[in-house]
């Protein structure tokens, strides 16, 4: 049975939290005692979320339309959390999205600019406002989990956007590490590969190789990942897991392929 003790009025915001990943994050930090605000583009969506998560957990949830690739919406998300909440503990950007394969040529400017403001620029928004929350509260300080992917380090074939993006990630999260450790807020990153979710549905039916073969793949359930981000979520302010690796064993990632 969890400790549910310690988390016990401690504030969590999810970006992208009503759907995929992002659900289970919430759902799992919710039953470990975190009171939880998800974000995402679409109310009813977040809505129906958080209602169902509160009924299986008898957790806190809210729910706040805000789309993380516009300014002044992340700012307004963050101002209700401050004063509905009067502190954030733990942000995790999860917010994001990604492309079918498709040739570095035929990558339209617009499909660009649209993943590097939902991967990238969003978790830069977020970082930033909450930068600012964690060193003026009482007491001071909180942490910062970005959902960086496998394709942080190692891309598919044909995402150079997605990869792109998650290899900012990185940089990002060493950043906001460096530059949060005097005042007590702590950042790492996880490296999601292959779970279970609307997204990676199509894995089963077969994704592109490297050497240009259809090979299907296989996939994790989503909620392993959300016990590791309970995890690292879980540890006091003075111990880090700057970077982990949930991932299908039998994935074809580490290796050649």
């Excluded at 999205?97 to 590097?116: K, R, S």
């Excluded at 609307?198 to 240009?212: F, I, P, W, Y």
Aim: hydrophobic share 45%; aromatic share 4%; with cysteine.
């Amino acid at each position: 049975m969890a400790d549910t003790t310690r988390n016990h009025g401690k504030i969590a915001l999810v970006t992208g939290g009503g759907t995929g990943i992002g659900r289970a994050i919430a759902e799992a930090l919710a039953k470990n005692g975190f009171t939880v605000v998800i974000s995402g583009r679409r109310y009813d969506v977040l809505q129906k979320a958080a209602h169902e998560i509160a009924e299986a957990t008898g957790g806190t949830l809210r729910a706040f339309a805000a789309d993380v690739g516009d300014p002044h919406s992340v700012a307004t998300l963050f101002q209700t959390v401050a004063h509905d909440f009067g502190r954030l503990d733990l942000l995790v950007n999860n917010a994001g999205m990604g492309l079918p394969a498709v040739p570095m040529e035929d990558i339209t400017f617009e499909q660009w600019n649209a993943i590097v403001a939902a991967n990238l620029t969003g978790a830069f928004l977020c970082t930033q406002q909450a930068m600012k929350l964690m060193k003026a509260q009482t007491p001071r300080g909180g942490r910062i989990i970005n959902n960086g992917s496998i394709s942080a380090s190692t891309p598919r074939p044909m995402s150079a956007p997605y990869t792109a993006t998650k290899h900012a990630i990185a940089g990002l999260t060493k950043s906001t590490a460096l530059d949060g450790r005097a005042f007590d807020i702590a950042c790492g990153q996880i490296d999601i590969g292959n779970a279970s979710t609307e997204m990676t549905s199509r894995m089963s039916g077969g994704v592109l190789q490297a050497n240009g073969e259809i090979a299907s793949e296989p996939t994790i359930p989503a909620h392993l990942v959300a016990d590791a981000v309970v995890y690292m979520a879980g540890l006091p302010l003075d111990a880090n897991v700057l970077t982990m690796t949930v991932m299908a064993t039998q994935m074809p990632y580490v290796g050649r392929g």
